[in-house]
Every structure is written in C-alpha cells, then in structure tokens.
C-alpha cells in the first residue's frame, strides 16, 4: 500500500509551470474589475470594459449559472491573481470550446498567458 504522502506528488490538473487557474471567488471581484479596466488590458476585449464591480459581479454570476461555461481566476504560483480565462459555449459531445483570457498589464510578457492557456486546454 502507498503511503499517504504518495498524494503530495501528484501536481493539480490546473497547475501550470507558472500559473494556478482557480474558480473565480466573489472576494476577486474588486481585483478582476480593476485590473480589466486598464485600456491596454480591455482594448483587445470583446467585453464592454470599462464597468463598475456591478457590471464584473454580473458577469461572474452569469458565469457560474451557465452550464456551458466555466471561468477560471489566474494567479502566480505564490498566489497573487493577474487576470482571469474562460471557456465559453463548450460542447462535451465535440470536445469544442471558445477559450477566451486576459492578464494584468504588469504581467505582460512573462509566460503567464501562455502558460494559462496551455493549463486551460488540457482541462
């Protein structure tokens, strides 16, 4: 029989090399909302940005009613959240999905995108 801690090396399906995607919790709203309000983060968006926390609340519970959806908050692995990704209109009898992200202009260029996207397709 293994030992116990046999589980501890067993890495999360949404663990990336440098990113962790998570459910988007209500406490992220305020961060997600500032964060997306940058223009150089929202001008490639097909979201109407900017909006008040209301608007970025609306769209996380929109988000969480919708079985065809699911949306994850991005966060380093030392926990800090830079932006967020999403799956839209998927189709589990096709394996088919609209993959949508965005990060926080400070983490421009540094591999969390990609590194995001490449955690998002194996899910």
């Known amino acids: 029989m293994a030992p116990k801690d046999d ?3 067993v890495r999360s399906p949404f663990e990336g090399t440098v990113v962790l995607l998570r459910a988007v919790e209500e406490s992220d ?9 940058d223009p ?10 900017p909006e008040p926390l209301a608007g970025t609340r609306a769209w996380w519970e929109s988000r ?10 991005i966060q380093t692995l030392a926990g ?3 932006g967020a990704c999403s ?10 999905a609209a993959l949508g992200i965005w990060i926080g202009a400070p ?9 995001a996207v490449r955690t998002l397709c194996r899910f």
């Open 80 to 82: 800090e959240l830079i």
């Open 40 to 49: 150089e983060v929202s001008r490639h968006l097909a979201l109407s940005w």
């Open 7 to 9: 589980f501890s090396r």
């Open 87 to 96: 799956l839209e209109g998927i189709d589990p009898r096709v394996r088919s």
């Open 64 to 73: 969480r009613r919708d079985p065809s959806s699911s949306a994850f908050a």
């Open 107 to 115: 983490w421009f260029g540094q591999g969390y995108g990609t590194d």
């Open 29 to 37: 709203l305020p961060r997600i909302n500032a964060l997306i309000w």
